[in-house]
């Protein structure tokens, strides 16, 4: 009867049979040499009761060879090896996020503090106008004041303004480029021009700066300012400058990545132009 199952012995079985189930050496052109053969989408009952068989007998011959077979095969990279090196750069860029949005916070927070002495420098410029065309007089340290405010202000917010994006860039190609583009000339920009150009500055900026404390020099105007207050904002805004790029960078790979959403590369004045076209939506909406 067709349902009788009986065991078929291992030596009842001719010779090419025993030679087809023999267990294939593992190697890099056989990859497959593991695996376990999969049953057919539509078997008869005979070609499932040959696979069967088939199975039972190479789980003998495996057994048998296991020990050898260990010996022989050189050990092969894991199947999710490079799955596990991308979860490696995806766990230094999320612990690298939270020293990012610190730089950030700090930036962010010395650019508002920064841009208040625009007001101190109107004041002062508004001043010293005043009192020479009244009082016929000025003074050499009051107009060097506003040129280390105006210093103050341009260096020390420079962080600030690469963290909001507002720097200087040819917005007509830039705009007109995908994200993913734009992310990628961001890596290569700050990568390769960015962060070599301020550590030029640091390195010249430090002796710049040291020379100047040394003799405490001042300025070649009479009743002028110190110099060496005016040059350490050299050594300062590049350095501040430099961390805000490497923050910047963190950024731009972890948004590459799809760890954080792309809301970095929104300028104000895509904000704008999504604001009035939200604007004209409206109003077409009203007038129908």
Request: hydrophobic fraction near 45%; glycine fraction near 6%.
């Amino acid at each position: 009867m067709q349902g009788v199952r009986r065991k078929v012995p291992f030596a009842a079985l001719p010779n090419p049979a025993r030679a087809s189930i023999r267990p294939r050496r593992c190697s890099a052109e056989n990859p497959k040499a593991r695996q376990r053969p999969r049953f057919a989408p539509k078997l008869s009952i005979d070609g499932a009761r040959a696979v069967r068989i088939k199975l039972s007998l190479q789980s003998r011959a495996s057994g048998i060879a296991r020990s050898g077979a260990a010996k022989e095969c050189p050990a092969e990279p894991a199947a999710g090896e490079g799955k596990r090196v991308r979860g490696t750069f995806d766990e230094i860029l999320q612990a690298l996020l939270p020293v990012s949005r610190g730089i950030d916070a700090f930036n962010q927070r010395l650019g508002k503090w920064v841009s208040w002495l625009i007001l101190a420098m109107v004041l002062i410029s508004a001043t010293n106008a005043t009192v020479r065309k009244v009082f016929d007089t000025s003074s050499n340290a009051w107009l060097e004041l506003q040129w280390v405010l105006f210093s103050m202000v341009f260096l020390l917010c420079s962080p600030w303004t690469l963290l909001v994006n507002e720097h200087i860039r040819i917005d007509i190609v830039n705009n007109a480029l995908p994200k993913p583009v734009r992310n990628i000339i961001d890596v290569v920009g700050h990568a390769l021009f960015l962060l070599p150009l301020t550590l030029l500055m640091i390195v010249t900026g430090l002796p710049f700066f040291l020379r100047s404390y040394e003799i405490n020099e001042q300025s070649m105007n009479a009743g002028g300012l110190p110099q060496w207050p005016a040059k350490s904002l050299v050594l300062l805004s590049f350095s501040l400058l430099f961390v805000q790029g490497i923050s910047e960078l963190v950024k731009r790979l972890a948004i590459m990545r799809g760890l954080i959403p792309d809301t970095a590369t929104v300028t104000t004045q895509e904000v704008l132009v999504e604001e009035a076209k939200r604007l004209i939506e409206d109003i077409k909406v009203e007038t129908h």
